[in-house]
């Protein structure tokens, strides 16, 4: 009896012991079980579509442009929504190829908490303005007439657009032309806007 209690009492060691030592590994392999640092539910996502997805989102300087009627904005009254922030001119051709997706995109989203704010660079108003009637544009349209934005968000060429969160913080970017009516990217925004 006491040989049987002995060796039961060491197979209760032997297994507190392998138990210890899986839970060991667990927390030192890299801390993917606990304490690991997660990527956002976006990121997979965004970066299958293409988009560059900061590894944590980020603000950038304030910074107030005109629309074409003379309305200032400013890119912290975006705050409360997800915002498309893209930088654009008249004359590029992967901007303009962009435009009827991203006009799509902005009646898509009515009545979600989202917006677009599309910045032309190097424009005059009276240019800008007469391009988007033309083109029958009617979401939001900002100029930077000299370009001041430029270097601090479209160094690498224009189109460029960023995504930003509710907080106004930048998390995710791209370069190029890009077809924002995109079901899976139309999908992305809403989840974003109701979150």
Known sequence: MEKRVITLHRLSLQASALILLALLIL?????TVFGAESRPWYTARLEALGFY?????FEQPNFNVASVDGRMKSRLSTK??????NFWATW?????????????LHETMKGERFEIMAVDLGESAKSVKSFLDQNKISYPVYIDPKSSLTGLYASRGIPTTYILDK???????????FEYDNPEFVSIMRELARK
């Open 27 to 31: 927390f030192v392999s890299g801390g």
């Open 53 to 57: 997805v900061f590894d944590q989102p």
């Open 80 to 85: 409360g929504n997800v915002t498309l922030l």
């Open 92 to 104: 590029c051709p992967p901007c303009k190829q962009e435009i009827p997706a991203i006009q799509t």
């Open 167 to 177: 907080n106004g913080k930048f998390i995710a970017g791209i370069i190029g032309s």
